[in-house]
């Protein structure tokens, strides 16, 4: 039995990449796609929102001369070609998926997001990705995952990272870095630890939206994340009021 029965799951593009460096590693996308159909399958109503940073990211562009908006735009293209990409791995490994975008895109995906056509899909047990990002420039994707998390009234927000949990420091540059196995809202900021960015992290803390940070990269650790007896600390930290 799960803990939530409706999770907004945040991936990183940078995460779909895998080893290549850029654009989509198939054995990551098997891999993710295999645990979202488990938790799916279970009865767990799954939201997804996904990066697009292995493929472009908006301000990398405005450094390279790109227009700020322009570039927000060509990232939000990119979150779409992930999301379709997340779909069909869903569809290969026998789960049922959808995308619905936050800007028209014509034939592709499902249509417009709104919160209750992805509540209706979500409850016929279909993995809902939303791609597009908020469908606006100079917000993340973390923003966009925090919005659609407090819309459509999920119960968690999970950020799949390649790291297991927040730390007192980055543990990829600093060893002696400590685990929190969980953390308040307030204790994040107190200590300017990056979890999510400013928007996002407020959106999530004003509308009481606890967030766990776990480790993706490792099979089976969202249906860990999500089991009623599992052991967070094991796998993920924390965020709550």
Known sequence: MAK??????????????GKQGYGLDPEVLASYAAQIRVVAEAGVEVGVVIGGGNIFRGMTGVGKGFDRVRG?????????????ALQSAIENAGGRACVLTSIPMGPVGAGIYSKFRALE????GYVVIIGGGTGNPFFTTDTASALRGVEIE????????????VYT?????????VKYDRISFAEVIE?????????????????????????????GNLERVLAADGALAEVGTLVHN
């Open 169 to 177: 420091a980055d543990p990829e540059k600093d060893p002696a870095a």
């Open 121 to 124: 899909l979500m409850r016929e």
């Open 72 to 84: 927000d735009q060509m990232g939000m293209l990119a979150t779409v070609i992930n999301s379709l």
């Open 191 to 219: 200590k300017r630890l990056k979890v999510m960015d400013l928007t996002a992290f407020t959106m999530c803390m004003e509308n009481r939206l606890p967030i766990i940070v776990f480790d993706m990269d490792t099979p």
């Open 4 to 17: 939530y029965k409706r999770i907004l799951l945040k991936l990183s593009g940078e995460s779909l990449q």
């Open 154 to 165: 999920a119960d968690v927000l999970l950020k799949g990272t390649r790291v297991d949990g």
